[in-house]
């Protein structure tokens, strides 16, 4: 399985709102890179969470209309990513 690794405070799933295009990717979350499950000291909270929100496509679309400079920076962010993977 080919896998991509977001860091914190990534997003995705933009290309495919602001372009009108289907997605190909599935999203795994947690875990660890090596696949081993982390062993931890009892009481000893794990700093490896991911936590995800999620944003009906039209509402974002509006949100980004509302805010041209906005919606060209993640309309060009997304496809240079996009060319990146």
Known sequence: IEAVTLKRGAWFGDYQIMLNKESDW???AGGHKDGKEQ????????????MTY???????KKVCDGYPEFRR????RSLVRRSYF
Do not use: M
């Open 73 to 76: 920076y993640v309309i060009g």
């Open 39 to 50: 062993k931890l000291a009892r009481g000893i909270p794990s700093n490896n969470y991911t």
């Open 26 to 28: 599935d999203l795994v």
């Open 54 to 60: 999620q944003i009906d496509a039209e509402i974002f």
